[in-house]
Antibody, heavy 120, light 107 residues
Framework: QVQLVESGGGLVKPGGSLRLSCAASGFTFSDYYMSWIRQAPGKGLEWVSYISSSGSTIYYADSVKGRFTISRDNAKNSLYLQMNSLRAEDTAVYYC?????????????WGQGTLVTVSS | SSELTQDPAVSVALGQTVRITCQGDSLRSYYASWYQQKPGQAPVLVIYGKNNRPSGIPDRFSGSSSGNTASLTITGAQAEDEADYYCNSRDSSGNHPFGTGTKVTVL
């Protein structure tokens, strides 16, 4: 069965950096787009970024552009999110999700999330 | 990026029908997908495309679209359907924004 397991969350000071990882299993990772989605405490879902199956196409939400970098290692079945210049408003649970682009786009599998807290 | 707007909250009597709407310009070009999220849990895909349900999603969930509005309908709502629901759609710039979310209460 498809599994996505995020790691790397934690407490970081404003202006600091953090790298999130997502380990994928149960499907051919290199065949699928992948995405990061976040949810601030008590708030709605916010799409952050996605990366194509080969890594050649990447998009970011305006709120993180220039600060966050998404990447993947298909040999390791892993997705990453490098987060720099972190702000208090980046505090959220970060979900890794598979973006199924076979037909209509949808996030068909999600991890359980990892909490990032940005605070001094 | 484009915005998707949802009503903040709706309520439905047990066994009745409720429709949740999502409005946005991108919906004129792309279908929405819909996600159910219960407290403390990750979201779950319930509807995508014209009206497709992933395996394991009850057939009381259905989707439709017209113009700039997408709808999720729950026919015969059950207590376990009480949750937050979010729409999502791609836009022409490659973004995939989520809707503002709707809290569904089953009375």
């Amino acid at each position: 069965q498809v599994q996505l397991v995020e790691s790397g969350g934690g407490l970081v000071k404003p202006g600091g950096s953090l790298r999130l990882s997502c380990a994928a299993s149960g499907f051919t990772f290199s065949d699928y787009y992948m995405s990061w989605i976040r949810q601030a405490p008590g708030k709605g879902l916010e799409w952050v970024s996605y990366i194509s199956s080969s890594g050649s196409t990447i998009y970011y939400a305006d709120s993180v552009k220039g600060r966050f970098t998404i990447s993947r290692d298909n040999a390791k079945n892993s997705l990453y999110l490098q987060m720099n210049s972190l702000r208090a408003e980046d505090t959220a649970v970060y979900y890794c999700a598979r973006l199924n682009d076979y037909g209509d786009h949808r996030f068909d599998y999600w991890g359980q999330g990892t909490l990032v807290t940005v605070s001094s | 990026s484009s915005e998707l707007t949802q009503d903040p909250a709706v309520s439905v009597a047990l066994g009745q029908t409720v429709r949740i709407t999502c409005q946005g310009d991108s919906l004129r070009s792309y279908y929405a997908s819909w996600y159910q999220q219960k407290p403390g849990q990750a979201p779950v895909l319930v509807i995508y495309g014209k009206n497709n349900r992933p395996s394991g999603i009850p057939d009381r969930f259905s989707g439709s679209s017209s113009g700039n509005t997408a709808s999720l309908t729950i026919t015969g709502a059950q207590a376990e359907d009480e949750a937050d629901y979010y729409c999502n759609s791609r836009d022409s710039s490659g973004n995939h924004p989520f809707g503002t979310g709707t809290k569904v209460t089953v009375l």
